[in-house]
């Protein structure tokens, strides 16, 4: 039988679960734990149990809760100026935009502040870029994206979604998107047409349950990309900044993008962050008016976004997180077997399918919970681990061994 947490009805916890039932939209479906407070992997919930973070804020917490780092870079801006508006010049916004092009080996960037805003800057870059450099006629623009995508949550990207439930009740939807299966360079090759201006892809699909390309296959796209003068964009939202065991999961394949899209860890969890960091000749096509954001590029993101750059230019984050992947990677094929049908890794970044016939990824969520393990469901029966990267590796042990408990008990 199911172990489901129980949430004791006169507990802090189910006071707040109630609130929060009370006065807010149910667009989402939490884990019965309500979260005070945290730090590094470890989170503490009002009634004062203790919880490994394995989910880490989707990667949003790649360097953890709290870093002392981040912390003090955003205490410090905090006293000084926290928003200008880009009516203005801030002294923040070109040392982060700097350091981040360097980081990324590219030349410009665009900073905006959730993903979807991020992704939808990329969209709008590129269609420009198509009509603007590429030649492409007015309005006829096209854009291949994957099957199995997820891109944020805006009306134009939930266009292109293959998940029937993030498009259902929200059409009419936006034209101009070609979606082609996943992980297949043949067919993606066959979308391309000279209305094509750009291919945009996740190096990794994180929401479709840690999906990981065939060797190759980025490669190859980008090989179609540069002989069709088509832009490739890498959405590195959740695969980018040290997730992967590299800054970029790109740079695994060997593949420098057109533009990469970033947004999550940028932020160091602590505001939200993002950018489209790219070539000149794309972000160029940009004139003042055509684009623009109240909050993009505000003194405190921007002194938070430059000190996490700051931690990535040590490479140490993407060191631990190869090398305390490629242990969790190890543990976690011992659990393949008649449980768990596959585990699929890069980096510190796991998908775990269990054996439908067993439980529901749900059900594994919540009796991970009930042993302080806490980690995301995706389409079923996968589960998600992303820990933040700061783990320690006897943590990531004890975490893998609460994983392979809750799945015989
Ligand atoms: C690859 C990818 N792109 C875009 C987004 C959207 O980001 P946000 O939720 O900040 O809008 C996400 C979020 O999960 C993502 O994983």
Known sequence: MTSRPTVDPVSLTARDIALDDAVTAHNYHPLPVVIASASGAWVTDVDGRRYLDCLAGY????????????LDAAREQLERITLTSRAFHNDR???????????????????????AEAVETAIKVSRKWGYDVKGVPADQATIIVAEGNFHGR????????????????????????RIVPYGDAAALGAAIDETTVAVL????????????PPPGYLAEVREMCTAANVLLVADEIQSGLGRTGSTFACELEGVVPDAYVLGKALGGGIVPVSAVVARREVLEVLTPGSHGS??????????????????LQTGEYQARAAELGARMRERLL????????????????????????????????????????????????????????????????????????????
């Open 334 to 409: 011992d659990l393949v077997g008649d449980r768990v049908t596959a585990v699929r890794t890069r980096g510190l970044w796991a998908g775990v399918d269990v054996d439908p016939a067993l439980m529901s990824g749900r059900e594994l969520c919540e009796r991970l919970l009930a042993r302080g393990v806490l980690a995301k469901d995706t389409h079923g029966s996968t589960i998600r681990l992303a820990p933040p990267i700061v783990i320690g590796q006897d943590d990531l042990d004890w975490m893998v061994d609460q994983l392979a408990e809750s799945l015989s008990s």
């Open 93 to 115: 916004m070109g040392p982060f935009c700097r350091d981040l092009a360097d980081l990324a080996g590219m030349d410009l960037v665009l900073p905006m502040n959730t993903g």
């Open 201 to 212: 892809i996740e190096p990794v699909q994180g929401e479709a349950g840690v999906q990981v």
């Open 154 to 177: 805006t009306t134009t990207i939930i266009s292109f979604s293959t998940d029937p439930v993030a498009r259902a009740g929200f059409g009419p939807f936006t034209p101009g998107f």
């Open 59 to 70: 990667s949003a917490l790649n360097f953890g809760h709290g870093h002392p780092v981040l």
């Open 294 to 311: 109240t909050f993009g590029g505000n003194p405190l993101a921007c002194a938070v976004g430059q000190a996490v750059v700051g931690l």
